[in-house]
């Protein structure tokens, strides 16, 4: 019989940035993508416009700010 091997399970914890108005980068077109604009890279007026119509639509507090709520949401929204 073939030895039986134990399996880990490694917790992956991931603090996701918050992300707002003039943000750029990586975790801005992650953002863009979950919410059908562009992704540019760069936290403008279009992405705020539709951060906070994303937020009023999900109950989350309305500041265009992408915090860990509003990630949560947008993640489980594309899952």
């Known amino acids: 019989t073939a030895p039986v ?3 880990k399970r490694y917790a992956v914890s991931t603090t996701l940035p918050i992300v707002k108005y003039g943000s750029v980068g990586r975790a801005v077109q992650v953002w863009q ?5 562009e992704p540019d890279g760069e936290f ?9 119509q ?3 639509a999900n109950g989350l507090e309305q500041d265009a700010e992408v915090g860990s709520q509003t990630w949560s949401a947008g993640l489980k929204s594309i899952s």
């Open 5 to 7: 091997v134990q399996k």
């Open 33 to 37: 993508t979950i919410i059908g604009v």
């Open 54 to 56: 994303f937020q009023k």
């Open 44 to 52: 403008g007026k279009n992405t705020k416009a539709t951060t906070l």
